[in-house]
């Protein structure tokens, strides 16, 4: 299991969209017009890491993950749905 650079806090609030901005901006990903979900992944492509972000159901093992919260919090309003 890869390790992530950041330590997620479960209680935190969503990252809204222009810190995934500014985060992805830091890494040299250019967001033109993407939407939420591929920026994400083209930050997670950046640090090299597997661009699973809202494919995995609830079982994901990556806990350090940045995108962690948000990632099951999108996969639940999809199983919803």
Not at 13 to 34: H, L, N, P, S, Y
Not at 40 to 63: H, T
Request: glycine share 4%; proline share 2%; aromatic share 8%.
């Amino acid at each position: 299991m890869k390790s992530f650079p950041f330590c997620v806090n479960f209680r935190r609030k969503i990252m809204k969209t222009k810190k995934i901005r500014e985060i992805a901006e830091a890494k040299g990903v250019f967001a033109g017009d993407m939407n939420r979900t591929d920026l994400i992944r083209a930050v997670q492509r950046a640090e090299g890491y597997s661009s699973c972000y809202s494919s995995r159901d609830s079982d994901c093992p990556e806990m350090n993950c940045l995108w962690r919260n948000d990632c099951l919090r999108d996969n639940a309003k999809t199983k919803r749905l």
